[in-house]
């Protein structure tokens, strides 16, 4: 297990499900691996995996922190099901009802969600326009506390942009509000990077370990943590983009299975690929694709629709697991 190498995998997913398929399907686990608890089951359509990293030797294994994670796969939300929707809010905020009682955050406890991403680019918009459609109540209760009815709580956001844009770091924004409103939990939103074309747009992740800007696309930076900010941080992401060099590997993948179910010689077309596992295989295609530049970032042309469907999600999700007023079992009202 402590051979299990997957760096050359770090900058390509920041979901905890794909990063344990990769650890089991090297092989070296041999099986389940130690210290990584998953259940999965699905409701309707909606794929649900839940998955808990228990100790460092499972998060060595596969490269995630510590904590608790769970997965929202739906890929027929490519559909632009107005149902389908509504149904994966509801699933949603039922899950972070959860995330919210297992990291302390009471009924009454102040809450600032944070849209990281830059608003100016679509696939990196996710949390600029989840935060436009959050239900805002905490100067409601700064300036009028005695007229807020029974069931809100006090909820801010901010969209803090991002180090290209201020010339400020993310991290230092969200800590000098931190300071100055004194919030008792942190909701970090942000775009994220995946390995499967399959799930870019339609899968959700919750974590309770935070969030780390840019950290899929290889930018790793100081991060919204506990440890940094001194209180709990839930963090949302979807993953919006895939790299180029992934999209290749699995064009490669299907065109073998393609041919093996055709029971064609493919030994003739692919030879030595053939002896290759899948780490192999995407480490050649990324030492073709680096030195000349093509490993870019790629996302559906369909990503402004898709990043607007999928932030309404969250949003309404979010406005009904925060406010106890808000029923939790019919968001659609809440959509905006």
């Known amino acids: 297990m402590s051979n299990l190498d997957l760096q050359q995998y770090n900058v390509r997913t920041d979901l905890a499900l794909e990063a344990k398929e990769m650890a089991e399907q090297s092989g070296v686990a041999g099986g389940p691996i130690p210290g990584v608890v998953s259940n999965t089951f699905e409701d309707n359509g909606i794929t649900i995996t839940e998955l808990e990293v228990q100790n460092e030797q499972g998060s060595n294994a596969i490269g995630k922190v510590i904590g608790n994670y769970v997965t929202l796969e739906v890929p027929a939300l490519r559909n632009q099901d107005t149902e389908l929707q509504d149904r994966v809010a509801t699933q949603f905020a039922k899950y972070f009802e959860t995330f919210l009682q297992r990291v302390g955050v009471g009924k009454t406890a102040r809450v600032l969600i944070v849209g990281l991403g830059n608003w100016n680019v679509t696939p990196d918009a996710l949390g600029p326009l989840v935060v436009e459609n959050i239900m805002v109540t905490r100067h409601f209760f700064e300036l009028m506390p005695d007229q807020v009815s029974p069931g809100y709580r006090a909820v801010s956001a901010v969209a803090p942009g991002v180090l290209g844009i201020t010339g400020i770091e993310s991290s230092e924004i969200v800590h000098g ?27 959700i992740q919750i974590a309770d370990i935070g969030i780390h800007p840019g950290s899929g696309i290889g930018n790793k930076r100081k991060g ?26 699995s064009a490669l993948e299907l065109m073998r299975g393609h041919m093996a179910a055709n029971k064609a010689d493919n030994n003739q077309v692919f030879g030595l690929m053939n002896q290759m596992d899948e780490s192999e295989r995407l480490q050649l295609v990324k030492e073709v694709l680096n030195p ?45």
Not at 228 to 249: E, M, R, W
Request: glycine content about 4%; hydrophobic content about 50%.
């Open 177 to 203: 509000i931190v300071e100055k409103t004194k919030p008792d939990a942190i909701i970090a939103i942000d775009a994220l990077a995946s390995r499967s074309l399959e799930r870019v747009n339609t899968t």
């Open 224 to 249: 919204l943590t506990k440890e940094i900010l001194g209180i709990p941080v839930i963090a949302i992401g979807v993953p919006t983009v895939v790299y180029a060099s992934t999209i290749v590997n």
């Open 292 to 336: 000349i530049g093509h490993d870019l970032l790629v996302t559906p042309k369909e990503i402004d629709q898709f990043i607007e469907d999928i932030a309404n999600i969250i949003a309404s999700g979010l406005n009904a697991a925060l406010h106890e007023a808000v029923d939790t079992d019919n968001v659609a009202a809440y959509t905006h």
